[in-house]
């Protein structure tokens, strides 16, 4: 296993950061509807206090940079922020590469949960934070119920977590398949969930994500010394202090936590848990407190890349999200896969 | 399908017609509406149960569904309209020319919340579906109007309600009281000839058709036909081959986005026993003008009662 220095951590982050910054700063400017950067720019430094209120800019493009392209790009950066340290923490606690929020059929049963409450005609309550709350309700519960499946004693085997988790992910399935087929007209509604988006969104999303994400990445940040230990087995970790059975109780809590958020404001979006973590992991190393700084910047980089695709590649058509972060990240990460195999063979 | 509220009037009427539900509201009295100059601000409740308040007469109108547009065109009011769904708002043609604001979503049928902003539309008109997109104009304070007709009766309700939201009050009577005359003499002189039984393809394959608690089932309906599927749960029911042909309608409606041709009909498997086949009596319609809850409705009854042989 490469151990790359102290340094090549730094520029790698200093890289991510540059990289995040532009991104975003693009991703704000660039949309359906023309906006000179020149004015982006002004309402952007007039909004960080920076200068004064912008004169010449139309009321419609201060609406449409604050209101719907600021909210949907901060989002973006949440839901990659969560969903990449989601699946940092699910491929440490099963030291497993392939692992993701998926695995443990949180992404299903939120998405369960919002559809069940779309066919029972709630979607329009509260603004939609009904859905939301349903999303990530359904989430909680199938983690739960995947835990407790797995669990025996005070004890969880990691392969039967994850055989149980795939069991479930795939009765979830059926019954979405099943409710979908009395769905009628909406679903529409119901797609949103399975294709991911960020879409019909805005700053009452962003704010019900934010505390989640802040917790579960805080969270991680006291997990990720003990992660680096059980990475060396359960018993050698057991053996140098670490109490498995709560580590394993924090980490499912965490990654769940930050999934669920994720998936209820943006759907089922794939790949991002998956490949930001294990793409990180072959530049700054496999040592989670470095690992997870790099998580935090490269996952809303994916996501925020993905979104602008997704929006910019046919429009004024949207592409749903989730199909654009597999398509490009699934071709990106089999290729990476080969040319990195040989120095990165032996991680994870 | 709307309740009206127009200053102090409409405190009492909406107590009146509150109880009545959604079905079956009674019509607001046209002679009771003030002059168009002082109808706003002007609040309703629309096809979606959501209370809708226009302050101003509407000088900037988006239309997202080509039978809005068809509306807002007859009424006069082309010239105030800044945005259209998309490639299908066709009719008339200078709605071609006019700015499109669809293509987002999933399935690219919502509108790209940043095109409608830009346009800083005044009036938003649109029919059922989208809650959420929907949701988001009103966050963004643009007035969001929706309409759904199940009727022609309701259409013509729905046209009256365009009239007051934009200040086009007697255009809209107008266009209202012709149309109902209008229809009104086609469904007598189908009556006179008595009712065909007849099928109408929405769909195929799978085969699907309407049920009766659809727009196209009034017309059928009102254009002389005894539709077969009368008995349909659902609003889009898929059909079974079988059940057509023990059904065995009469005459066999069918639009070219359907079918390519009525010999393709003829070809399907099991549709040769429908008495519809054998007697040559398969119809291709214009879908715009039946499906489109808009002025053209009478051009699509009228065919649909000449190729019912009522008409």
């Keep these: ?348 | 399908m709307v309740h009206r509220r127009i200053g102090g009037i409409a405190a009492v009427l909406l107590l009146l017609f509150a109880s009545c539900g959604e079905t079956a509201p009674p019509r607001a009295e046209p002679t009771e509406q003030p002059s168009p100059a002082s109808a706003f601000p002007l609040t309703i409740t629309d096809d979606d149960g959501v209370e809708v308040t226009i302050d101003t007469e509407p000088q900037r109108i988006v239309t997202f569904a080509p039978s809005m547009t068809e509306i807002v065109f007859e009424l006069g009011l082309g010239d105030h309209l800044v945005g259209v769904s998309g490639p299908f708002d066709d009719y008339p043609a200078e709605a071609k020319d006019v700015e499109e604001v669809g293509g987002a979503g999933d399935f690219g049928v919502d509108p790209t919340i940043e095109k409608v902003v830009s346009l800083e539309p005044d009036l938003f008109l649109t029919i059922p579906g989208g809650d959420q997109w929907k949701q988001r104009l009103r966050d963004l304070d643009i007035p969001v109007v929706t309409l759904h007709a199940d009727t022609l009766d309701d259409l013509l309700e729905d046209i009256e309600t365009i009239g007051s939201l934009t200040g086009a009050v007697e255009d809209a009577e107008l266009l209202a009281t012709r149309m109902d005359t209008e229809a009104d003499a086609i469904a007598e002189s189908a009556e006179v000839v008595g009712p065909v039984s007849c099928f109408f393809e929405v769909y195929y394959p799978p085969l699907t058709t309407v049920g009766p608690n659809t727009f196209i089932f009034d017309l059928l309906e009102r254009a002389g036909c005894d539709p077969v599927t009368e008995q349909a749960k659902s609003d889009y029911p898929e059909w079974s081959v079988d059940e057509l042909v023990a059904d065995g309608p009469e005459v066999y409606l069918v639009t070219p986005e359907s079918a390519r041709s009525v010999t393709a009909v003829a070809k399907r498997p099991g549709f040769a026993g429908i008495p519809a086949i054998e007697d040559e009596r398969v119809v291709l319609v214009d879908g715009d003008l039946v499906t489109r809850a808009g002025p053209r409705v009478i051009d699509g009854l009228r065919q649909l009662a000449a190729a019912l042989g009522t008409g």
């Design chain 1, 1 to 348: 296993m490469t151990r790359p220095g102290a340094r090549r951590f730094r520029r790698t982050m200093v890289v991510l950061g540059v990289a995040l910054v532009v991104t975003v700063l693009i991703a704000v400017a660039v949309g359906a509807v023309w906006i000179p950067p020149g004015a982006t720019l002004r309402v952007l430094g007039w909004k960080l206090g920076l200068t004064g209120h912008p004169d010449g800019v139309d009321r419609a493009a201060e609406v449409i940079l604050l209101q719907l392209r600021l909210p949907r790009v901060a989002l973006a950066v949440l839901v990659g922020a969560a969903l990449g340290v989601s699946g940092m923490l699910f491929q440490g606690l099963f030291r497993n590469p392939l692992a993701d929020p998926a695995v443990i059929g949180v992404s299903s049963g939120a998405a369960l949960g919002a559809i069940v409450v779309i066919v029972l005609g709630g979607a329009s309550l509260a603004g939609g934070l009904i859905v939301t709350g349903a999303a990530f309700a359904g989430a909680l519960v199938t983690t739960l119920l995947v835990y407790g499946i797995a669990r025996v004693g005070p004890t969880i085997q990691v392969t039967t977590l994850l055989l149980a988790g795939i069991a479930v992910a795939a009765t979830i399935s059926a019954l979405m398949s099943l409710v979908m087929s009395f769905s009628g007209e909406q679903i529409r509604s119901i797609y949103f969930w399975l294709l991911g988006g960020l879409g019909a969104r805005g700053w009452s999303s962003v704010s019900v994500v934010v505390p989640f994400v802040v917790a579960g990445a805080g969270a991680t940040l006291l997990l990720a010394r003990d992660m680096n230990l059980v990475s060396l087995g359960e018993e050698r970790a057991a053996q140098l202090g670490v109490e498995v059975a709560s580590f394993k109780r924090r980490s499912i809590a965490a990654g769940a936590l930050l999934a669920a958020a994720a998936v209820s404001v943006a759907g089922v979006i794939g790949f991002v848990g998956l490949m930001t973590p294990h793409l990180l992991r072959l530049l700054v190393g496999a040592d989670h407190r470095r690992l997870l700084p790099a998580v935090l910047l490269g996952g809303p980089l994916f996501v925020v890349l993905a979104d602008l695709a997704a929006r910019t590649v046919l429009a004024p058509e949207e592409l749903p999200l989730g199909a654009v972060t597999a398509l490009v990240g699934a071709p990106f990460f089999l290729w990476l896969l080969r040319h990195e195999r040989g120095r990165a063979a032996g991680v994870a």
